[in-house]
């Protein structure tokens, strides 16, 4: 791209590389759960979002940038056949994570909120103002 600092293009190709990297791991890995016998449950999600580059010149956490914030998330359930309730694509972010294993779960709490729940019917993604300039959430 035009205009990107070749730092910038230089950490953007290690990041991918180490994505493919990460895909291949994770795949042997659902490869392994998936033959064993059981019910089976497997979350994988990255611990942060990370910018390289694709909203500016910047490398690194970047929470202004929607890159900066938002997460892959990988999620398989033997109960229904890996579908995960039908969740495909959906904006997701690690700060949410405790709702989404508890809901796996099964577990509530007076602060159970389906909302936060990326698996849930009712998940609502949190905008992006809530995240860097510190608003409360519920």
Known sequence: ???VFPWVRSA????????????????????RLKAALGAKEFLFLSDHGQEVGH??????????????YEIPLLSYSSADGGACGGVRSRTYQT???????????GVTTAKSDARHDVMSETFQAAPLATRWRGAQED
Do not use: K
């Not at 909203?55 to 900066?68: C, F, I, K, R």
């Open 55 to 68: 909203s500016s010149n910047h490398v690194g956490h970047a929470p202004q940038y929607q890159t900066g």
């Open 95 to 105: 700060d949410r994570f405790a709702w989404t294993l508890l809901g796996r779960l």
């Open 1 to 3: 791209r035009r205009g």
């Open 12 to 31: 953007r190709n290690d990041y991918d590389n180490s994505i493919l990297y990460t895909d291949m791991v994770a795949a042997a890995m659902l490869d």
